[in-house]
């Protein structure tokens, strides 16, 4: 039982747990928005694709996510049980560093609705999406070149998804 309650300590622990959580919460909401008659009658009919567009994609989405997570929540497990030796336990944020990063994604989100009144969706979202990427990367892998790189693509490319989803597609009004 301790190699069971050493690996939940893990991140392949908190991947299984991170996957069963975004899977249960989509599989239980497509369940749902697919059992509602009037909603799913309104899907693919004329030109507007309809209420029921939205919430299948994002829980679609979700669901994929959860699976990847449990993946390789599963795989870390896996290689977690194959290893021997003892392994140096790995350094993690002090808990004052993880509240200060949540209070200051909480103050960006807040600015984040009068930074799209004066500089709009596009320009706001991207403002608002590569400093976050950015620096969730050079967290993960520790070198600056490939952080900024993938921050600022990953950034772009999400603006311009939320941007044609939401302003081109749905018609969204801001």
Not at 94 to 116: C, G, I
Not at 136 to 159: D, F, K, P, Q, V
Request: charge should be positive; hydrophobic fraction near 55%; include cysteine.
């Amino acid at each position: 039982m301790r190699s069971f309650n050493s690996f939940l300590d893990r991140a392949a622990g908190r991947d299984l747990a991170c996957g069963l959580l975004f899977s249960g919460i989509a599989l239980v909401g497509l369940i749902d928005v697919s059992g509602n008659t009037m909603l799913m009658n309104t899907l693919g009919r004329g030109p507007d694709p309809g209420p029921a567009l939205l919430p299948l994609t994002v829980l679609s989405f979700m669901l994929l996510g959860g699976g990847i997570l449990l993946l390789k929540g599963l795989a870390g497990w896996v290689l977690h049980l194959r290893k021997t030796a003892e392994q140096t336990p790995t350094q993690s944020d002090a808990p004052l560093s993880r509240h200060t990063h949540a209070a200051a994604l909480l103050v960006s989100l807040l600015a984040l609705p009068s930074v799209v009144t004066s500089l709009g969706f596009l320009p706001a979202t991207w403002l608002f999406a590569a400093p976050w990427l950015i620096w969730l990367e050079y967290r993960r892998c520790h070198r600056l070149h490939r952080a900024l790189l993938l921050g600022i693509i990953t950034a772009s490319l999400l603006s311009l998804a939320l941007y044609l989803i939401f302003i081109t597609l749905l018609g969204v009004a801001l």
